[in-house]
């Protein structure tokens, strides 16, 4: 029997006090998967702006470990107010954090800094989180990747499907998808950082590509 039981509401929750109490609160698990499918390509998105192509594996990584992190608070420390905020900012440091480790340039840092303000109006950010989709739409979608490539990148990463739903949904082995979207990583590291907006003379074969993919 389908369950009746309806979803929190994303935005009731954000108008919703912090709660300092250290209560637990059942819904969270359901709070933080109807955030992850509704953010998690959105924040990937922004980071993949921000990081450059060749760092999808990254963007893709902080988002699920501030997911992760939220699962493990919010029980304990409460929702906070905004809990679609506080998932960027966790995001965001911990994508700070691995830049660090790994001796970025300080320019790269102050950008993702700038991208992710705390005090950012919320209608700017969600513009924003739009253009960044499109952006990273046209990225899985690059010509220079096959079909093949192309429409499983898309589905993880644009789209936020695990390889073993899109193995099943191809009837595929979840190793041949799976090694799919590693190769198609790796050619986008390969085509340099600034290959995810095309530039007016490519924007044909670009556009075309992205339709083939949709269809």
Same mark, same amino acid.
């Not at 709070?31 to 990937?44: C, E, G, K, N």
């Not at 099943?168 to 979207?181: Q, S």
């Not at 490519?202 to 269809?215: E, F, I, K, N």
């Given at each position: 029997?389908?369950?009746?039981?309806?979803?929190?509401?994303?935005?009731?929750?954000?108008?919703?006090?912090?709660?300092?109490?250290?209560?637990?609160?059942?819904?969270?698990?359901?709070?933080?998967?109807?955030?992850?499918?509704?953010?998690?390509?959105?924040?990937?998105?922004?980071?993949?702006?921000?990081?450059?192509?060749?760092?999808?594996?990254?963007?893709?990584?902080?988002? $699920?470990? +501030?997911?992760?992190? /939220? %699962?493990? =608070?919010?029980?304990?420390? @409460? *929702?906070?107010?905004?809990?679609?905020?506080?998932?960027? $900012?966790? +995001?965001?440091?911990? /994508? %700070?954090? =691995?830049?660090?480790?790994? @001796? *970025?340039?300080?320019?790269?840092?102050?950008?993702?800094?700038?991208?992710?303000?705390?005090? /950012?109006?919320?209608?700017?950010?969600?513009?924003?989180?739009?253009?960044?989709?499109?952006?990273?739409?046209?990225?899985?979608?690059?010509?220079?990747?096959?079909?093949?490539?192309?429409?499983?990148?898309?589905?993880?990463?644009?789209?936020?499907?695990?390889?073993?739903?899109?193995?099943?949904?191809?009837?595929?082995?979840?190793?041949?998808?799976?090694?799919?979207?590693?190769?198609?990583?790796?050619?986008?590291?390969?085509?340099?950082?600034?290959?995810?907006?095309?530039?007016?003379?490519?924007?044909?074969?670009?556009?075309?590509?992205?339709?083939?993919?949709?269809?």
């Amino acid at each position: 029997m389908k369950s009746t039981r309806s979803e929190p509401d994303v935005e009731s929750v954000t108008d919703t006090a912090f709660d300092n109490t250290g209560t637990s609160n059942p819904d969270v698990p359901l709070l933080v998967d109807h955030l992850f499918r509704r953010r998690a390509t959105q924040m990937t998105a922004t980071l993949v702006r921000i990081l450059g192509a060749g760092r999808v594996d990254l963007a893709e990584e902080v988002v $699920q470990e +501030a997911m992760i992190e /939220a %699962l493990r =608070r919010w029980p304990f420390h @409460g *929702v906070p107010k905004n809990p679609g905020a506080w998932l960027i $900012q966790v +995001a965001k440091n911990k /994508a %700070l954090d =691995r830049l660090r480790r790994v @001796g *970025v340039r300080r320019d790269k840092e102050d950008e993702v800094e700038r991208v992710f303000q705390r005090r /950012a109006r919320a209608e700017d950010l969600d513009q924003r989180f739009r253009d960044d989709e499109l952006r990273l739409l046209f990225l899985t979608c690059h010509p220079a990747l096959p079909r093949e490539a192309r429409i499983a990148l898309t589905l993880k990463v644009a789209v936020g499907l695990g390889t073993a739903e899109i193995a099943r949904a191809f009837l595929l082995r979840e190793a041949t998808v799976a090694g799919r979207i590693v190769r198609a990583k790796r050619t986008l590291r390969e085509l340099g950082p600034d290959v995810v907006v095309p530039t007016h003379d490519d924007l044909s074969p670009r556009l075309d590509s992205v339709l083939d993919v949709l269809y």
